[in-house]
């Protein structure tokens, strides 16, 4: 089981351990980072080719935050996202071919071209939403919460979210609320250090943005490698758990880092020299993986296979959606209202 | 029938909807065990306990948010902002998010929810609680916006918004808590979208809402007693939808139109009206359309200064009477 401690010098700290994540749990996680990588790598291909347009934020190099805390989760658990949200939808077993075709705008994307790359959305899935506004959806996924602890439901609401979000009014008005109301809401926060083209330090009261806020809401502070697949799924399973038994919410923060810019506009040029090649080299959440899954007995032939099958998959979706129509213009006036229309007048 | 007090008719309408459905369920600050800071919701507590009946902290992103979050996985939420002013410190979940899901999804996220506030001015409190700001929201796709000027009325369209499938804001006037009115008993539904004649004439059609609607009346029959000019009074009720078939339609018998509006003059739902009538009513006009407005101002405090600026019964009297005689 997993094992935190905390330290006089702050937060507690997870102790690895390999016990508790059987093979098939760990092929899984691997297959969905794998994918996760395949796929955001094969938007920004896209984009360049001016396939994909309007702008993308992509998971790149944080892959196992989004693989870890999926694997943690159950059916009809719930999961809020950001604009950054192309890894979680995928995590949580969206096709590869709804989510490139919706950045391309055709009539297959997820939402028929009427959201984006920074809407995805799959109620099915239990993706309900991606949110563009800062800290928008921290209060939201609390109303689900909400929902849950209301009708006696058994799901967890989980709230993603980066390092630049804790410094907005809705993150501490969530964090308040969720705790007077011990709703089973777990809030995930991804650090990876930079708020859009700023160092996350450089505007930050406190040196770990997330972990070091829990106090001031009664919550334990909780930090993880997010680099390391079973250290987040260990330390979002025992939130989700204690979320699911009644114990209200959790503030877990992951320490990441995103190998591209913060969205397509960005070249990322204020990161200092050599800092992009060390975290590639040495906390590559793949890399660190792979190593982890050779070391508890998979065989390299396992691995090869699940690279080769995503691999597929991707350059499927790919040729899917370049054939795929463009968005039918019959949706522009869709669903604005429940009435399946937009009329706002007799 | 019983008169009751717009006051009480909202605590009513509340309960109404709550026996009713389960799923139905109340935040805000100070609404449960206070019973709201204009007694608007006392004994709601008492009725339906602290599970559906729940006091937030003074946060009001975290309360629309979880309006949001609650209504999107089931429930139907009432959630309240105290004074409408603070729609502008979570104006970001009427312009951005609950207006927007079901489109930007695809038609996946549901928000069956009632936004409660207490909207107007007329009590003295200042430029920061006292604005009508129903135009801040009609100006937004997807959301439905509605402001009863009557007990009765406040019932029925609020069992109509709670149980209406989109997101609706509706506008209590604070000055309006006090009035009484007659009230059936059982159970009252009214429907949104539908403008009511409280006042039929002929000579010009006056279209108000909110607490414009009882000065409206009052003007109207100032003019008919002092002038002999019969003015047909129409209680807007529902800025989206708009009925705009009852408006043009009286706009074609009368041929002269007024709004009365509480809301400052830029971007007053009364512009878009009268850009509708001038639009597909042009030729019933018999003379200019002719808004009745707060001045472009912020709201002052002090009871001279207040009662100049939000226009008053002489005011629209006498705005009607100049022009109708021009």
């Given at each position: 089981m997993a094992k935190t401690q905390t330290t006089a010098a702050g937060p507690s700290v997870l102790v690895r351990t390999n016990d508790g994540i059987d093979a098939d749990l760990r092929l899984r996680m691997y297959r969905s980072q794998v994918q996760i990588r395949e796929a955001e790598q094969r938007a920004n291909d896209l984009f360049l080719q001016n396939l994909v347009k309007g702008t993308s934020h992509l998971s790149l190099g944080q892959e196992a935050v989004a693989a870890g805390c999926a694997a943690a989760m159950q059916p009809g658990d719930l999961s809020f996202c950001t604009y950054r949200g192309h890894a979680h939808t995928l995590a949580r077993g969206v096709a590869v071919e709804k989510v490139l075709g919706e950045l391309m705008g055709r009539d297959n994307g997820l939402l028929r071209g009427k959201g984006g790359s920074m809407h995805l959305t799959s109620i099915e899935h239990g993706v309900m939403g991606s949110y563009?506004?800062?800290?928008?959806h921290l209060p939201i996924a609390c109303g689900a919460a909400w929902r849950a602890q209301y009708k006696g439901d058994k799901d967890v609401s989980v709230c993603f979210f980066g390092d630049?979000?804790?410094?907005?009014?809705a993150f501490h008005e969530a964090l308040n609320f969720a705790v007077i109301w011990k709703l089973p809401v777990v809030f995930v926060c991804?650090?990876?250090?930079?708020?859009e083209y700023t160092p996350i330090s450089e505007v930050?009261?406190?040196?770990?943005?997330a972990a070091d806020r829990a106090s001031a809401y009664g919550l334990q502070p909780i930090m993880a490698d997010g680099q390391d697949a079973d250290a987040v799924y260990r330390t979002a399973k025992a939130a989700f758990d204690k979320a699911r038994a009644g114990g209200g919410p959790s503030l877990l923060e992951f320490k990441t880092y995103r190998y591209s810019g913060h969205s397509r506009a960005d070249p990322a040029k204020y990161r200092p020299a050599g800092e992009l090649e060390h975290w590639k080299a040495n906390r590559d959440p793949i890399k660190i993986y792979r190593q982890r899954a050779l070391d508890s007995g998979i065989s390299h032939a396992q691995l090869d296979e699940i690279e080769g099958s995503v691999k597929q998959e991707v350059d499927q979706a790919t040729e899917k959606c370049k054939a795929a129509p463009p968005?039918?213009?019959?949706?522009?006036?869709?669903?604005?209202y429940a009435d399946g229309g937009w009329a706002w007048r007799n | 029938m019983a008169e009751l007090t717009y006051r009480d008719a909202v605590a009513r309408g509340i309960a109404q909807e709550m026996s009713r459905d389960s799923d139905v369920v109340f935040l805000g600050e100070d609404i449960a065990k206070a019973g709201g800071v204009f007694k608007a919701t006392v004994g709601l507590l008492e009725q339906f306990g602290p599970l559906r009946v729940r006091d937030t902290p003074i946060s009001e992103q975290a309360i629309l948010g979880a309006a949001m979050g609650a209504a999107m996985t089931g429930l139907k939420p009432i959630a309240e902002i105290?004074?409408?002013?603070?729609i502008a410190v979570c104006f970001d979940y009427l312009a951005n998010e609950f207006s927007k899901s079901r489109y930007m999804t695809n038609g996946q996220v549901k928000c069956p929810l009632v936004v409660r506030t207490g909207n107007g001015g007329g009590a003295r409190f200042g430029a920061q609680h006292s604005q009508s700001v129903e135009n801040w929201c009609m100006m937004i796709p997807g959301l439905k916006v509605v402001a009863p000027s009557t007990p009765l009325d406040v019932i029925g369209l609020l069992a109509a918004s709670v149980r209406d499938p989109d997101p609706v804001i509706f506008f209590e006037h604070k000055s309006l808590y006090a009035v009484k009115g007659e009230v059936p008993d059982g159970e009252i539904v009214d429907t949104l979208g539908t403008a009511k004649i409280v006042r039929p004439g002929k000579d010009a059609t006056i279209l108000a809402l909110a607490m414009m609607v009882p000065r409206a009346l009052a003007a109207a029959e100032r003019l008919k007693a002092e002038h002999g000019v019969d003015c047909e009074v129409i209680d807007v009720r529902s800025l989206v939808p708009l009925d705009t078939q009852t408006m043009l339609a009286s706009v074609a018998r009368t041929g002269r139109v007024f709004t009365v509006e509480e809301n400052p003059r830029l971007c007053g739902w009364g512009a878009e009206l009268v850009s509708i009538i001038a639009d597909e009513a042009f030729y019933d006009l018999d003379g200019p359309p002719v808004r009745i407005t707060t001045p472009h101002i912020p709201l002052p405090a002090a009871d001279a200064l207040e009662d100049l600026a939000i226009p008053s019964v002489q005011r629209i009297t006498n705005t009607i009477q100049r022009s109708l005689s021009a």
């Open positions: 563009a506004i800062i800290g928008a630049g979000t804790t410094n907005i009014g991804e650090n990876n250090l930079y708020m930050t009261a406190v040196a770990n943005p968005t039918s213009v019959d949706i522009l006036c869709t669903d604005v | 105290m004074f409408s002013d603070f």
